[in-house]
T-cell receptor, first 113, second 109 residues
Framework: EPEVTQTPSHQVTQMGQEVILRCVPISNHLYFYWYRQILGQKVEFLVSFYNNEISEKSEIFDDQFSVERPDGSNFTLKIRSTKLEDSAMYFC???????????FGSGTRLTVV | EDQVTQSPEALRLQEGESSSLNCSYTVSGLRGLFWYRQDPGKGPEFLFTLYSAGEEKEKERLKATLTKKESFLHITAPKPEDSATYLCAVSFNDYKLSFGAGTTVTVRA
C-alpha cells in the first residue's frame, strides 16, 4: 500500500536553529499538508499546498515557517528559528483530491532544547 | 469555539464488550467526516470517510455512521489490539481537516 514517508523520525535542535523536515508524499497525489500535534493536544492544521503554492495556512504558520516542493517528489517544512514551543510531532499528509483519501506519514518528533 | 467534539475522552472496555464513540461538529457545509486510528508516537491511520447523513461504513469490528451533526464509531466485540486513540476529523468548505481531541480506547483481555 502506498505510504507517505517522513524523515527524520526524531530531531533534536537548539532554540534559534533552523530545521527542515522532509516528506515524500504518495506519488500521484496532488494536495500536500503539514499538521502538528503538541504532546497531549489535538492534531492541528499548519498549511496546505497545491499546484506549487500554498492554498491555505493557519495562524500558527507565521513567517518562521515555509514549505517547498523542490523536485516534484519531496515536500519540506522549514522552521527558520526554532522556539521551545515548536516542540511537537509534525505530520505530513497527502491527498489525491483534497477532499478525501488523506494519508498521513508516521511523523517527525521535533524537540527544541 | 471547538468545531469538532469527541466523547468520551477515554473508554476502558473488557474484551468482547461492544461500545460506541461519538463525534459531533458544529459548523455547516460538511465536505466529509473522517475517522482515524492513532497508536502512541505514530501518525493517524485512515479508517473511514463519510460524506452524507445516513451513510455507514464497516471494517472488521468497526462501523462508522453519520447523521446531520454527529458520527458514531461502533466497536463490536473489541480485542486488545483495538486499543488506540480514535480521531475524528472534518473537512468543511475548504481542503483541510479539523480534528477532535480523540477518544482513547483501552481493551483489556
Amino acid at each position: 500500500e502506498p505510504e507517505v514517508t517522513q524523515t527524520p523520525s526524531h530531531q533534536v535542535t537548539q532554540m534559534g536553529q533552523e530545521v527542515i523536515l522532509r516528506c515524500v508524499p504518495i506519488s500521484n497525489h496532488l494536495y500536500f499538508y503539514w499538521y502538528r500535534q503538541i504532546l497531549g493536544q489535538k492534531v492541528e492544521f499548519l498549511v496546505s499546498f497545491y499546484n506549487n503554492e500554498i492554498s491555505e495556512k493557519s495562524e500558527i504558520f507565521d513567517d518562521q515557517f515555509s514549505v517547498e516542493r523542490p523536485d516534484g517528489s519531496n515536500f519540506t517544512l522549514k522552521i527558520r528559528s526554532t522556539k521551545l514551543e515548536d516542540s511537537a510531532m509534525y505530520f505530513c499528509a497527502s491527498s489525491w483530491t483534497g477532499v478525501d483519501g488523506y494519508t498521513f506519514g508516521s511523523g517527525t518528533r521535533l524537540t527544541v532544547v | 469555539e471547538d468545531q469538532v467534539t469527541q466523547s468520551p475522552e477515554a473508554l476502558r472496555l473488557q474484551e468482547g464488550e461492544s461500545s460506541s464513540l461519538n463525534c459531533s461538529y458544529t459548523v455547516s457545509g460538511l465536505r466529509g467526516l473522517f475517522w482515524y486510528r492513532q497508536d502512541p508516537g505514530k501518525g493517524p491511520e485512515f479508517l473511514f470517510t463519510l460524506y452524507s447523513a445516513g451513510e455507514e461504513k464497516e471494517k472488521e469490528r468497526l462501523k462508522a455512521t453519520l447523521t446531520k451533526k454527529e458520527s458514531f464509531l461502533h466497536i463490536t466485540a473489541p480485542k486488545p489490539e483495538d486499543s488506540a486513540t480514535y480521531l475524528c476529523a472534518v473537512s468543511f468548505n475548504d481542503y483541510k481537516l479539523s480534528f477532535g481531541a480523540g477518544t482513547t480506547v483501552t481493551v483489556r483481555a
